[in-house]
């Protein structure tokens, strides 16, 4: 859990100034406010580790899941501008940036789901 609650950390500390400062003239846009949301819950999860609260891993694999979501549609919108010959933020490079993002996210909500299962308590209805 704490490498989880270090790594989710890292990708705020990061992610989320980087973000809003390209989304400075459109914070109430709604690709900005996707991305609020789950930094937000990714930010709860951080919290409720540190407070070592159950539920920690799952609220933070809400957060990675929502963020990879929002990615996987950036990504595949960049891929289609490219296909139709458009102009698309970082250049041809930018699509595969965010395909490499997208696995890692992919990646941490995997790992975050299986803390999370494994700190549920086993069901007695089975």
Not at 41 to 70: I, L
Not at 83 to 89: H, K, N, S, T, Y
Request: hydrophobic share 55%.
């Amino acid at each position: 859990m704490r490498a989880l609650r270090v790594i989710t950390l890292g990708w705020l500390a990061i992610f989320a100034p980087i973000e809003t400062y390209l989304s400075r003239s459109a914070l109430l846009n709604g690709n900005y406010t996707v991305d609020l949301a789950s930094m937000i819950m990714m930010a709860v999860g951080v919290w409720m580790a540190f407070g070592r609260r159950r539920g920690a891993a799952a609220v933070m694999a809400a957060g990675w899941a929502w963020e990879t979501a929002s990615f996987w549609r950036g990504t595949t919108t960049r891929f289609d501008r490219l296909a139709a010959g458009l102009p698309v933020e970082g250049g041809s490079i930018g699509p595969w940036v965010g395909v490499a993002l997208t696995v890692l996210m992919t990646a941490c909500v995997v790992w975050a789901l299986v803390i999370a299962a494994r700190e549920s308590p086993p069901n007695s209805e089975a």
